[in-house]
């Protein structure tokens, strides 16, 4: 899109400098014809009709009221004839050609067939049809920018909700895994350690009885509690996933890249950060060392991570010298976004040294829980 400070000329520029150009030379015209006194009234006229359409939106029709005064002067004053091309180029310049009719019927009743007033009027006729025409265009060109920006501002909003909607999702995720978890503790191995308990209570009291009842009591107890440790050794493995995650598939990253050394310092409590930061954190390790094996020559990777009581900062360092790139590519833009949608920021520059990213994400309280 081109800058304002480039836009030198504009239509209303142009507009404005027909009309003083026209005005000049019908006072030149006047000054050099005897300077009858209708003549100035009738300039001072066309001039008081030409500012205010300047500075206020008047409409097409209103240049009849021109075209009759100049009618009107032709009789006291014979240059109102070129003055005509004063409301022709108006009436051109706003696209209805149709409120010329009058002085033209008036034209060829008098029979004004001058090569000069023709080649006049024909000159200001043209000038009004081109600048309505680049009007337009510009009118257009400045429509479609708007809606342009609009429809992007309109899909950033939309990919920052999807984005912010994707870490609620992951949050919610989050906590139905913690209700299922307690719902199975509770319901399983809870009640078979109290059943266990109330079984040993009773074997207790029946033991210094000595009554025989009291062993069936004893098995019954060790069965439940042999029972409880089953339900809680599948809780436990149903809870690890599959696939490697957080600090497992981090450290994972750093040791498949085998292009130069990778050093990975690690700083603080690594089990406060939730599954979803994850989901951006080891994206951004991902895209920073496919970027320093695709862009650059780096010799050494530094890779920190840092977990304090609020926030997690990642920051990942090489030596190398980009080629061909700067800075932000697709890949580092979205991985922004993310950062942006859960309260975040992901900066990514080149210093002097080399290159460097850093990703600063928040962690909310009930994450440090």
């Known amino acids: 899109m081109t800058s304002n400070k480039y836009e030198v000329l504009t239509p209303a520029l142009c507009t404005l400098i027909w009309r003083s150009l026209a005005f000049l030379f019908l006072g030149f015209y006047w000054v050099m014809n005897n300077a009858e006194e209708a003549g100035i009234l009738f300039l001072l006229f066309l001039i008081i009709m030409a500012l205010a359409r300047w500075r206020i939106e008047m409409p097409a029709w209103t240049t009849l009221f021109d075209q009759a005064v100049c009618i009107i002067t032709v009789t006291l004053w014979p240059g109102a004839w070129f003055a005509l091309a ?15 009719i009058p002085s033209l ?15 006049i009027l024909f000159s200001a006729a043209f000038t009004g049809v081109a600048l309505y025409s680049w009007s337009k265009s510009v009118d257009l060109y400045k429509k479609e920018s708007d809606r342009e920006r609009r429809h992007r501002y309109e899909l950033e909003s939309f990919k920052r909700e999807l984005l912010s909607a994707s870490a609620q999702t992951a949050k919610m995720a989050k906590l139905e895994e913690r209700n299922r978890i307690s719902k ?20 207790e009291q029946l033991w210094k009885e000595g009554d025989p009842q009291a062993e069936r009591l004893f098995f019954q107890a060790k069965e439940r509690f042999s029972e409880s440790s089953r339900h809680l050794r599948e809780t436990v493995r149903n ?17 498949q890249f085998n292009m130069c050394p990778v050093q990975l310092n690690i700083y603080g409590d690594t089990s406060k950060i939730p599954s979803y930061l994850w989901g951006i954190l080891e994206p951004a390790l991902k ?25 997690v900062r990642l920051f990942i360092f090489n030596d190398g010298v980009l080629k061909g790139s700067s800075g932000y590519g697709i890949g580092l833009r979205n991985l922004r976004q993310r950062a942006q ?27 440090q829980e």
Request: glycine content about 6%; hydrophobic content about 45%; proline content about 3%.
């Open 86 to 100: 004063i409301p022709v180029f108006e009436v051109m310049l706003k696209g209805k050609p149709w409120f010329m």
């Open 105 to 119: 019927i008036f034209l060829i009743v008098e029979a004004q067939s001058s090569l000069m007033l023709l080649l």
């Open 184 to 203: 199975s503790l509770h319901d399983h191995v809870g009640h078979e350690l109290t059943g266990a308990i109330l079984a040993l209570r009773a074997f």
């Open 239 to 255: 809870m690890k996933p599959i696939s490697t995650l957080g600090m497992e598939s981090f450290k994972e990253i750093t040791e």
């Open 287 to 311: 895209e920073s060392l496919t970027n320093v094996f695709r862009h650059s020559e780096a010799t050494h990777v530094k890779v920190s991570l840092d977990v304090s009581e609020s926030i």
């Open 341 to 367: 949608s859960v309260g975040g920021s992901l900066s990514a520059s080149s210093v002097k040294e080399g290159f460097q990213l850093v990703c600063v994400l928040p962690l909310e309280k009930d994450e």
